[in-house]
Nanobody, 124 residues
Framework: QVQLVESGGGLVQAGGSLRLTCAAS????????MGWFRQAPGKERGFVAC????????YYADSVKGRFTISRDNAKNTVYLQMNNLKPEDTALYYC?????????????????WGQGTQVTVSS
């Protein structure tokens, strides 16, 4: 199994920044891609960004492109999500997830391990 622990959420004003961290442990060698998802109250969990461990290839949802940056530190088995120019609509519970090779990129079903989530609240 792969254990994932998110941190870094909080309350920030619109236009501000936060950096989320996801620390992975356990059978991390089985992980090919790491993704960030978010879920606002009453809405489905949606894709935010992902990155592959090996090449660092990234992919973003259109809603965060140009504002969010995903990165990874292979030596620390850690993935980051730098969020700039935050908007009230970014308010959600943010999850990191681990996916295997050959699975999809943006669908939640493509990821087989999930963290507990960290809350991000953006005030207007």
């Amino acid at each position: 199994q792969v254990q994932l622990v998110e941190s870094g959420g909080g309350l920030v004003q619109a236009g501000g920044s936060l950096r989320l961290t996801c620390a992975a442990s356990g059978r991390t060698f089985s992980s090919y891609r790491m993704g960030w998802f978010r879920q606002a109250p009453g809405k489905e969990r949606g894709f935010v960004a992902c990155i592959t461990w090996s090449s660092g290839s990234t992919y973003y949802a259109d809603s965060v492109k140009g504002r969010f940056t995903i990165s990874r530190d292979n030596a620390k088995n850690t993935v980051y999500l730098q969020m700039n120019n935050l908007k009230p609509e970014d308010t959600a519970l943010y999850y990191c997830a681990s996916g295997v090779a050959g699975a999809g990129v943006v669908g939640a079903s493509s990821y087989n391990y999930w963290g507990q989530g960290t809350q991000v609240t953006v005030s207007s």
